[in-house]
């Protein structure tokens, strides 16, 4: 099973707006709605922060929102925080009936 | 409140076998399916297998099929997962994962997680 493909890292000064890609196949990516993301600080477990490509859960910051175009799915964090700065993943339902990650992006504020 | 409290990690010789659990309340067990994900140190989430509400499915990584079985018993609320065959590549902390949906079926919208436990594998 492939990993998804996510940039290693992404910044951006506080206020700004970032994207983040998460490009998959048509095994996964391209042909399902189940497509979640993942905050991650040092040493926690991860958050669920967007899930089924587009949808926040309760508590969650509406300045993350979520796409999907075709194979590449995409998290765009707004109005940066210092808070925000952690490790980003995204996940795919795959026509094996599983699941994927991707590779993670670190997200630095600057 | 939900809460997830993994144990049984600990360190294993390659070709032996562990055995995690999963402790679950704050909810109704049943109801979720149950996934476990784990994280080699620095690394990356994987994906490891899924469990339906109330067992009627199993999933499994290409990487852990045929060596890893995930149960469940409803009696316990706990959800475990036997690791037969261990190889130092599953060296990782194994995380406990409750869907978001309560429909019994998995989508992977992970919405709760537990803390971890960390298996070893080395001689």
């Known amino acids: 099973q492939s990993v998804l493909t996510q940039p290693a890292s992404v910044s951006g000064s506080p206020g700004q707006s970032i994207t983040l890609s998460c490009t998959g196949t048509s095994s996964d990516v391209g042909s399902y709605k189940f497509v979640s993301w993942y905050q991650q600080h040092p040493g926690k477990a991860p958050k669920l922060i967007i899930y089924e490509v587009s949808n926040r859960p309760s508590g969650v910051s509406n300045r993350f929102s979520g796409s999907k175009s075709g194979n590449t799915a995409s998290l765009t964090i707004s109005g940066l925080q210092a808070e925000d700065e952690a490790d980003y993943w995204c996940s795919s339902f795959t026509s094996s009936n599983t699941f994927v990650f991707g590779d993670g992006t670190k997200v630095t504020v600057l | 409140e939900v809460q997830l409290l993994e144990s049984g990690g600990g360190l294993v010789q390659p070709g032996g076998s562990l055995r995690l659990s999963c402790a679950a309340s704050g909810f109704s067990f049943s109801s979720y399916a149950l996934s476990w994900v784990r994280q080699a140190p620095g690394m990356g989430l994987e994906w490891v297998s899924a469990?339906?509400?109330?067992?009627?499915?199993?999933y499994y990584a290409d990487s852990v099929k045929g060596r890893f079985t995930i149960a469940r018993d409803s009696s316990k609320n706990t959800l475990y997962l036997q690791m037969d065959s261990l190889r130092a590549e599953d060296t990782a902390v194994y995380y406990c994962?409750?869907?978001?949906?309560?429909?019994?079926?998995?989508?992977?919208?992970?919405?709760?997680w537990g803390q971890g436990t960390l298996v070893t594998v080395s001689s």
């Open positions: 994962a409750r869907e978001k949906s309560g429909s019994g079926s998995y989508y992977g919208s992970l919405e709760s």
């Open positions: 469990i339906t509400g109330r067992s009627e499915a199993t």
